[in-house]
């Protein structure tokens, strides 16, 4: 009888244990989205090494921001500070750079509200959103 009870609260002990681990892996993947899935639209001006207001920087193969959000009207201005070229490809042919070589820029003024995925056409995996509203 001792026994028993022994290996339940042993048993029980392992699903607590277990339920702890997946909460905290649940809130570390809600943490992630936080820092990444939202972006940063207003940048870092002031010579802080970010993209400024209303300016994504294509760098280490990813666009910085990943999701910029502005007014319609705004201009956007993309810089390639890779060693690489890249695109600024708009998944729904809104816009297409064509290829920006390294420290080359591309701007684009959104005139229309709306969601605008784009990626890389060279490098496929590069993908980020303008929200225009
Ligand atoms: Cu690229």
């Known amino acids: 009888m001792k026994k028993l009870i022994v290996s339940q609260s042993r048993l029980s002990i392992g699903v607590v244990a277990l339920f702890a681990i997946l909460s905290i892996s649940i809130s570390c993947t809600k943490t992630m989205n936080t820092m990444y899935g939202t972006g940063n639209g207003t940048g870092n001006n002031g010579g802080s090494g970010g993209p400024g207001t209303n300016e994504v920087w294509i760098q280490g193969m990813a666009f910085n921001p990943s999701t910029i959000t502005v007014a319609i009207g705004t201009t956007i201005t993309w810089t390639n500070k890779d060693a690489v070229s890249h695109t600024v490809t708009s998944n729904s042919g809104a816009f297409d750079s064509g290829i920006i070589g390294s420290n080359g820029t591309h701007s684009f003024t959104f005139n229309t ?21």
């Open 113 to 133: 509200a709306g969601t605008f995925s784009y990626y890389c056409a060279i490098h496929p995996t590069m993908t980020a959103t303008v929200v225009v509203n």
